[in-house]
């Protein structure tokens, strides 16, 4: 009440209270018209500023949004831009599917885009091009995915501005969501980088995907690492999961109950696909076999590991296509996500399988296939099995998967090798490339 006796005391000006017409009341008129014309002006230009700069609008990018801080500065948004997302995203088949692909760049994430495209399914490429392993690797991997007429978004899942976008362009009926920090022994390197791709970025991408009208069916690669220090073997989707050797293993297994949340309360139709050891051409430099390649090609040393008392150290290595092929059967068995406005509407569908190929093989007979392949002989520096992630054997028991998705597995190490190995030979024959 103070502040208004206050107020009431200041001397009443004419231009506010009273019609006065003397010439000096008129000035004092023009300035307060004058005032306001400037303050529209100004309402106004916000108004433009966030209608024609808003995520939703029609012109580029660029991280204005505080909460997008932290993300790299991809720029993304404008006419050309949306017409290349809905161009690369369109069906070209009866029946065919519209899918967004995360870690479209990456190994498995470019097979799996180039098939799709094949069979003439609408196919959107998402990667955020991250330099965990050199990045020209990823660019000609795009670059063959742009020859095949796959557009890759340059952007990152924990981007919910840009998701939310190319979920208003395109409609997608499925995700294939394979964007992910891999490896198993970089967690102890870099374990926040874990953190922020396998849990926060999937948190992000199912947020969007809950909210999405029609919620899309999702299709999401888990690792077999998820079985961490077991001992039963094959390992089956009915063993328990809950000893992880590693932290990458802890965020694909967190992974597998954040599906499991987002299914329960969202209706969101979830399947998430345990990848055992997958390699072939165009793979990851970060891998065993690849660096292996490299470090024989280049007369290095290369350390094999060995577990206590010389026991064998060994994976079920799965060759790329045979991933392929189980990753479209687990897109085509998807049934719909029953949800939509965030609203869960019935049971939706929820599953996990293993995707090896049966038959492991010791890390020292997979250097004896290299040495015969590449003809020549590897410098071996048997090491103890260290401990910072690794476990000593994986083995996929497949039935599940034979069984719900028709998958079978039918390259043997030495022929998806001998794939590999001219791929290598040819893709780094110029020698400009280092192979890292
Ligand atoms: O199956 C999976 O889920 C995982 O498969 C691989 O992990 P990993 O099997 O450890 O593959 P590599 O890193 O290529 O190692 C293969 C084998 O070579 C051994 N190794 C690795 C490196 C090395 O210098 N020497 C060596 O003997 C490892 O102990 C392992 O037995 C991938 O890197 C993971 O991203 C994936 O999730």
Redesign the pocket.
Known sequence: MKQISHLDDIPSTPGKFKMDKSPYNRLRWHSSLAKLTFWSFIFLALIFIFFFRSPSSSTPQSLSDPSRRYLQNYSWGGAAWEKRVRSSARIRSRNGMSVLVTGAAGFVGTHVSAALKRRGDGVLGLDNFNDYYDPSLKRARQALLERAGVFIVEGDINDEALLRKLFEVVAFTHVMHLAAQ????YAMENPSSYVHSNIAGLVSLLEVCKSANPQPAIVWAS???VYGLNTKVPFSEKDRTDQPASL?AAT?KAGEEIAHTYNHIYGLSLTGL?????YGPWG?P????FFFTRDILKGKS????EAANHGT???DFTYIDDIVRGCLAALDTAEKSTGSGGKKKGPAQLRVYNLGNTSPVP?SDLVSILERLLKLKAKRNILR?PRNG?VQY?HANISLAQRELGYKPTTDLQSGLKKFVRWYLRFYADGKKSGV
């Open positions: 891999a490896g198993v022994r690792s077999s690492s990458y694909k345990r990848f055992f050891t997958v990851r970060d891998m065993a076999y290369i350390s094999i590991f150290v060994a994976r890390v099995l690794d994986t």
